[in-house]
């Protein structure tokens, strides 16, 4: 099995910024409520024109730049998302004949704010196997489009987005050196985005009902991701061989600082080593981890041998996690 790592990575934000001040106009809420609740300070949305494939597109573009690799080499897109272009076709399609990645096949995933690890973790299969060399991932949403905008219990939350990584062989003992994937379909009630889909089609009744945006048991969801996430990042560093003491960083899926703080808690690894971009972005869903990820790399916080944990949880009710040891040094040749 060859190793596989992330040789480019590239996000994208749309320009307009949404403070705590706006949301205020909005619902009955306050700055002062949603930073300590939530650390989240402003976020970012999507013009009403800009679908996800458009923010998709835009993060592949620069991540394809950074790996140094043409839209003609990527033999497979994989687009993380719960809020497509469409129910069909898949967003992943729009953005690879976008992008001009004509030799590559092209699916959506769908796991939630998990979305990104679960597409990872798939990339890293098919490159392993041999059957692929070249694997574009991307994490991407426009959560603005699902919002209840009378909701404050969830509307504050929500912010609009893409991160892309584009996978490659590397060389041994370098990349990906374990993942955690799981699954709980019984929560899946606790956040959930009920109509448009088989159960309740759309209807004129199930948009009168606000069906088709963001439902959501808060602190269920929170009870749940403070325990699973604490979890997960113990499990994959034990299967990867590894002791909290070698991370070098840590990316947790960017919900809620209170969240992060008590998982960084749970792993027992100094806060320093963690990152947190959820005060400018707000949760970001599948996009939140690769935003996160291609910050951190940008800001030089990954050297060449750091270990690396990204951990996240989601909608269905999901989870995942994945050990690597940092290095963007494909290796092609065979
Ligand atoms: N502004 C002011 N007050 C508010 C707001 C608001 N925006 N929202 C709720 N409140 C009120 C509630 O009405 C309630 O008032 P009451 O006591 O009079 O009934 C009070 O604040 C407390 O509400 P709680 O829901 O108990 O607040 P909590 O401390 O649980 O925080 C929050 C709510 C932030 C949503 C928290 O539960 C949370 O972060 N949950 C997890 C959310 C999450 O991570 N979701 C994941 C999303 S998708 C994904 O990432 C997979």
Redesign the pocket.
């Known amino acids: 099995m060859r190793n596989v790592g992330i040789v480019g990575t590239g996000s994208y934000v749309p320009d307009k910024v949404l403070t705590n001040a706006d949301l205020e106009k909005l619902?009955?809420?306050?700055d002062e409520?949603?930073i300590t609740?939530?650390g989240i300070k402003e976020r970012h949305m999507a013009p009403a024109d800009m679908p996800v494939s458009e923010l998709c597109y835009q993060a592949a573009l620069k991540a394809l730049e950074d790996a140094k690799v043409g839209p003609e080499e990527v033999d497979l897109v994989i687009v993380a998302t719960v809020t497509g272009d469409h129910a069909f076709p898949s967003t992943s399609c729009i953005v690879a004949d976008r992008l001009g990645a004509k030799n590559a096949a092209a699916f959506d995933l769908q796991a939630?704010?998990t979305g990104f690890i679960y597409g990872v973790a798939t990339a890293n299969q098919f490159i392993a196997a041999g059957m692929y060399k070249t694997v574009l991932v991307i994490g991407g949403e426009t959560l603005s489009k699902i919002i209840n905008w009378e909701d404050?219990?969830?509307c504050?939350?929500f912010g609009d987005g893409a991160g892309a990584a584009v996978l490659q062989p590397v060389e041994e003992g370098y990349g990906f050196l374990s993942f955690e994937l799981g699954s709980d379909g019984s929560g899946g009630k606790l956040?959930t985005q009920p109509a448009g889909g088989s159960r309740y089609p759309a209807s004129q009744d199930t948009v009168e009902k606000n069906l088709h945006t963001i439902q959501?048991e808060?602190?269920e969801?929170?009870k749940f991701?403070v325990k699973i996430m604490g979890d997960v990042s113990v499990n994959v560093l034990e299967k990867a061989g590894l002791s909290k003491e070698k991370v070098d960083l840590l990316i947790p899926?960017q919900?809620?600082i209170?969240?992060v703080e008590a998982s960084v808690k749970r792993l027992g690894i100094s806060p320093d080593k963690v990152v947190v971009n959820l005060d400018r972005y707000g949760?970001m869903?599948a996009a939140s981890i690769p935003v996160a990820l291609d910050e951190a790399i940008r800001a030089g916080r990954l050297r060449e041998g750091d270990i690396m944990v990204m951990v996240g949880?989601?909608?269905g009710l999901t989870w995942g996690a994945c050990v690597l040891k940092w290095t963007k040094v494909g290796k092609m040749h065979d």
């Open positions: 619902v009955d809420t306050n409520w949603i609740r939530t939630g704010c404050r219990s969830t504050i939350l956040l959501m808060g602190k969801v929170y991701a899926h919900a809620n209170r969240i949760n869903s949880f989601g909608a």
